[in-house]
T-cell receptor, first 112, second 115 residues
Framework: DAKTTQPNSMESNEEEPVHLPCNHS???????IHWYRQLPSQGPEYVIH???SNVNNRMASLAIAEDRKSSTLILHRATLRDAAVYYC?????????????FGKGTKLTVNP | EPEVTQTPSHQVTQMGQEVILRCVPI?????FYWYRQILGQKVEFLVS????????KSEIFDDQFSVERPDGSNFTLKIRSTKLEDSAMYFC?????????????FGSGTRLTVV
């Protein structure tokens, strides 16, 4: 799977928007961009995914750069419950591997 | 919202003993996975399973590990002779489509402690 680069940590204040960046300069045309998060002592949780167009769901929005070499996960109003490690992962739809490859992710701290 | 269910939530076992970790994936999902996370480390892929066969496995998944789907709902991970280094959180996951077009749903995990 193509690699992604994320900041190790970010901080936000409660009820403010959070923009979590991810760089994936070696992305291929068939890679989906997936985001997961892991709250303390829990399993990874699916957040959102997309291919080319920006995506919105009830949890977050995903903004994908036009050249697809980067993307941003947007939490519109951070809550204390959003404090977690956020993982940006590329899934190649054409390759033989089915697995998600987790990096270290971005640890988001939300201040009250 | 459909969930992946894992049991038990915590298992303590003696070194050398066999353990079976259980998972009930989401009912209409076809692809199943086990991952593990040693305390303070990354989430690591162990094995993927489709159509009653292992479709991919990592170097970690050696002969002491096996997976099975004994009936239409359960998906199990067996560790034959546990070692201290097998202590970790084990997560089961499932997805309807393995091509990345759908998200993967993870269970809340089983904490395995080998003493």
């Amino acid at each position: 799977d193509a690699k992604t680069t994320q900041p190790n940590s970010m901080e936000s204040n409660e009820e403010e928007p959070v923009h979590l960046p991810c760089n994936h300069s070696t992305i291929s045309g068939t890679d989906y961009i997936h985001w997961y998060r892991q709250l303390p002592s829990q399993g990874p949780e699916y957040v959102i995914h997309g291919l080319t167009s920006n995506v919105n769901n009830r949890m977050a929005s995903l903004a994908i750069a036009e050249d697809r070499k980067s993307s941003t996960l947007i939490l519109h109003r951070a809550t204390l419950r959003d404090a977690a490690v956020y993982y940006c992962i590329l899934r190649d739809t054409q390759g033989g591997s089915e697995k998600l490859v987790f990096g270290k992710g971005t640890k988001l701290t939300v201040n009250p | 919202e459909p969930e992946v269910t894992q049991t038990p939530s915590h298992q303590v076992t003696q070194m050398g003993q066999e353990v079976i970790l259980r998972c009930v994936p989401i009912s209409n999902h076809l692809y199943f996975y086990w991952y593990r996370q040693i305390l303070g480390q990354k989430v690591e892929f162990l094995v993927s399973f489709y159509n009653n066969e292992i479709s991919e496995k990592s170097e970690i998944f050696d002969d002491q590990f096996s997976v099975e789907r004994p009936d239409g709902s359960n998906f199990t991970l067996k560790i034959r002779s546990t070692k201290l280094e097998d202590s970790a959180m084990y997560f089961c996951a499932s997805t309807p489509n393995a091509q990345g077009r759908d998200g993967y749903t993870f269970g809340s995990g089983t904490r395995l402690t080998v003493v």
